[in-house]
């Protein structure tokens, strides 16, 4: 048979690695890959990347999921991490002079803390000692000392009054009241009453001589009021002074764990200062309880003003990278925008919203500082104003702290503005193609930012470098997560399994999860086999428990197809009706399904007609194929005569969505098959798109597509008939299964591969295609004679009752408007 020519050799319809391929027993025996097998382009660009100091060479990880990503940039980013030297901590700190602003502190890894706890004690230490201060014997005489200094001046000016109130004839007394002038008359006070009694004249003389005193009173208080108040300042110097020098002593101590530190020493400076001139605050501390409930408002207050007290000498260790090992590597899983540029936290008190130094949070740019961040694009995004954040950070090269009612709300309000912290982190996205390619047309920072493009193929060579690699990574991932060793023959089985994943020969898939996966899977069945190294065996079942535990829809399908439900012929031959495969894939899992193709051919001028499209079920590209139909029977059959048709193209029994090119070769085959009034044999199954010049072009799935088939085929019981034509191209994508190899094997189901329609079409009716002679005719009885004829005489009919009475035009060479198609199974009759 003609047939056979295009039949593909058994051994050629999948690839089998032979366990002897590995030098080894057990994976026990390799050194294991803790990265990714096949990512040779990935590597290098990441090792650029990371190598690279400039400003925008931040990193996006384009690939797939599960292509390995997250665990390639953890694994390379971690290594060069641990080479570099470790970033500063970072704290925070009140501002004395500008209380809004608090102050940025950097200091070497470990000492943030340090600092911290320095401050605390010097806090804690500087209460007692002042106290102490305070009581000691040389303070209360240096005290006495200006006071009595001060009582003694003050006495002085009193006496001075009084000496001048005798002089006019009065005594000054204290009352309750205050200061009262008092006459004296013969060394004796007046009372009001004696006073009253006295002449007038002598009033008046009493009187007049007293005019003066009040202002000189005055005068006096005066006087008086301003020693005191200058005996209070000089007590408030004294304990200044003293504060000064008590603090001093222990700022001096902290001073010196920080001797470079500029910053350190004016805050520390500034730290007693301010304690210097609060001292009487200070010293109130003790008189305040620290903890149990406020039993009322005034000790609550006083508990609030303590604890707004302490703070002050606080320190907030934003970042501590005491126990960092390197650089550090931070991969924040919840990217939101305080989570990334940090944020203030506030507390209630008395019913109004208060922060300080010490509520400022650091986020994963803060924690990346002087290291690495990796994220994934789509948290990022999928957060309002998250990738602005980042952004922002990355343009200024600095971590701003602002929380989100600053920058959305449209009343400013007041709350603190933290110094900003100098950025100094690579930023590693990890997302899919389709994004990095929208950010880089959409976004004009993200060119500029994100400069280093780090591609993950979907898969590698199959050579014998990337077999060890393989080999290496499966010892990896056995380690990683402790799970049994693999044989060679395991080993080999999970490699085949990869080459299936990728429905390629001579090339396996790049994909980390799914090696991972069969691992884990691999390994369980070999314990629950009580094996302690996984075999072969062990990774076969693995593999058809995941697919049985999938595949339920495909095997209801099946079972509608066995039962009649869905019309699916295996024997016979039919005119224009053609098996047609196609895969559907659900959630992870893919499996290829035939449908019923059918055709309808008749004489007209409405072209070509996809009744997918007419009821807009068909996709674009399916479309498109079926419009290159009536190019290609343009071409082919209407060069000198215009091409009268009117078809129909169908898939029966359709009930979703048709998208793809990969029926239009059924269809075609369908449409000759009516045309040329020939049956098609229903025992073979048609997958391959074709162009307008009739050359069949591959197509994806092939390997599910024949699978699919051939279960139907098994179901109805195998002829030794029974096939699928594939395109001549996808010969190396067959990755068949080793039922279906031996079926092949043993003559009792088919695979054919084809370079063009006329090979097809004589594989499905048995009858010569037919060359085209000179003249542009056909061999004479072929397949395309047969067409040509058919397509000729609908031309001379559709003349015929054109003709106006009395003439007789000769036949116009233009062609008729073609209509639009789609993949479709035909099962057209032709029509006479």
């Known amino acids: 048979m003609a047939e056979k020519r295009w039949r593909v050799p058994a051994d050629r319809l999948a690839w089998r690695c032979d366990p002897d391929t590995f030098g080894f027993q057990t994976t026990a025996e390799l050194e294991a890959l803790n990265g990714i097998a096949g990512q040779e382009r990935a590597n290098k660009a990441m090792a650029f990347g990371i190598d690279i100091d400039a400003e925008g060479y931040n990193l996006f990880l384009v690939g797939s999921p599960g292509s390995g990503r997250w665990i390639a940039a953890r694994t390379q980013i971690e290594e060069r991490a641990r ?27 470990g000492q943030g803390q340090q600092l911290a ?41 009193m006496e001075a009054l009084q000496a001048r109130a005798r002089e006019a004839g009065f005594l000054i007394q204290m009352t309750p009241a205050g200061m009262v002038t008092v006459p004296v008359v013969e060394d004796q006070a007046l009372t009001p009453e004696q006073f009253e009694q006295l002449p007038d004249e002598q009033k008046r003389e009493i009187e007049e001589r007293g005019r003066e005193l009040p202002s000189q009173i005055e005068q006096a208080f005066r006087q008086a009021r301003a020693i005191d108040r200058e005996a209070q300042e000089q007590v408030r110097k004294l304990d200044q002074e003293v504060a000064r020098q008590v603090i001093g002593q222990l700022v001096d101590q902290v001073r010196r764990k920080y001797p470079d530190n500029e910053k350190v020493t004016r805050f520390l400076e500034a730290a007693q200062s301010d304690i210097a001139e609060h001292v009487e605050e200070f010293r109130s501390l003790e008189q305040i309880p ?5 039993i ?7 508990q609030m003003q303590r604890e707004e007290m302490l703070n002050r000498y606080k320190v907030n260790v934003l970042v501590d990278n005491s126990g960092t090992e390197g650089a550090p590597v931070v991969c924040e899983v919840h990217p939101t925008y305080y989570n990334l540029v940090g944020k203030m936290d506030f507390r209630v008190r008395f019913g109004v919203m208060v922060t300080d130094p010490n509520m400022i949070k650091a986020g994963a740019l803060h924690r990346a500082n002087g290291g690495y961040l990796v994220l994934d694009i789509m948290d990022v995004i999928a957060n309002p104003l998250a990738w602005d954040g980042l952004k922002r950070s990355l343009r200024s090269g600095q971590m701003r702290i602002e929380n989100l009612g600053e920058q959305m709300g449209l009343i400013p309000t007041a709350t603190l503005q933290p110094e900003p912290i100098p950025l100094h982190a690579k930023v590693a996205l990890i997302g899919p193609p389709m994004l990095y390619y929208l950010l880089h047309s959409l976004d004009p920072d993200f ?22 690699q393989y080999a290496a990574m499966i010892a990896g991932l056995t380690r990683r997560e402790k799970m049994l060793p693999f044989s060679k023959g395991a080993v080999a089985c999970a490699v085949q399994w990869a080459a299936r994943l990728r429905e390629d020969q001579f090339k396996l898939a790049a994909s980390h999860r799914a090696a991972r996966e069969i691992v884990a899977e691999a390994s369980y069945w070999a314990r629950q086999n009580g094996r302690e190294v996984v075999e072969a065996e062990d990774v076969s079942q693995a593999i058809e428990a995941r697919e049985y535990r999938s595949r339920m829809l495909e095997e209801k399908i099946q079972e ?73 029977l343009g071409g082919r059959y209407a060069r000198n ?89 996808n010969m190396r994508n067959l990755m068949l299964k080793e039922e279906v190899v031996e079926a092949a094997r043993n003559g009792r189901f088919h695979i054919w591969a084809v370079r063009t329609v006329d090979e097809g079409i004589e594989i499905l009716t048995g009858a010569p295609a037919g060359r085209q002679l000179a003249d542009g005719s056909f061999e004479e009885g072929s397949v395309n004679d047969r067409v040509m004829w058919r397509l000729r005489r609908f031309a001379e009919t559709m003349r015929d009752f054109s003709v106006e009475p009395g003439t007789e035009p000769p036949i116009r060479r233009e062609v008729a408007p073609v209509g639009a198609g789609l993949e479709g199974d035909g099962s057209p009759d032709a029509e006479e």
């Not at 806090?123 to 007692?128: A, N, P, S």
């Not at 009322?296 to 006083?302: Q, R, S, T, Y």
């Not at 996809?610 to 479309?623: D, P, Y």
């Open 117 to 157: 706890r320095d401050m605390e004690n010097l806090v804690t230490e500087g209460q007692e000692q002042i106290l102490k201060a305070f009581q000691a014997d040389e303070y209360e005489e240096q005290k006495s000392a200006i006071v009595r200094s001060h009582s003694e001046r003050r006495d002085a000016v």
């Open 641 to 729: 005569v215009p091409l009268s048709l009117s078809a129909t193209l169908t898939f029966e029994q359709l009930y979703e969505d048709v998208e793809g090119d990969s029926a239009s070769a059924a269809e075609l085959y369908a449409l000759l098959s009516s045309l040329a009034d020939l049956p098609v044999s229903q025992s073979i199954a048609v997958t391959g798109s074709v162009n307008q010049r009739g050359e069949i072009q591959p197509v994806g799935g092939v390997t599910h597509k024949i699978e699919g088939f051939y279960h139907t085929c098994k179901a109805r019981g195998l002829t030794g008939e029974q096939g699928v034509i594939i395109p001549q191209q």
């Open 447 to 468: 060119a500029r930012l994100f400069k280093v493009k780090v591609d993950f193929d979907t898969e590698m060579d199959r050579d014998e470098a990337h077999l060890a």
């Open 290 to 294: 620290e903890d149990g409930p406020a």
């Open 560 to 632: 509608w197809i066995a039962n009649g439900t869905i019309m699916i012929d295996t024997e016979g031959q039919v005119t224009a009706q053609v098996n047609g495969l196609s895969v559907i894939s659900l959630g992870g899992y893919a499996f290829g399904r035939p449908s019923r193709i059918t055709a309808r051919t008749f004489l007209g001028r409405g072209g070509v007609v996809n009744i997918e499209r007419e009821v807009e079920m068909g996709g674009r590209i399916h479309n498109k194929g079926v419009l290159i139909l009536s190019g290609y």
């Open 296 to 302: 009322n408002m005034p000790v609550a207050i006083a």
């Open 83 to 109: 080479t570099e030297p470790r970033p500063p901590d970072w704290c925070y700190v009140h501002n004395f002079e500008d209380s809004d602003q608090p102050i940025a502190l950097s200091l070497p890894a």
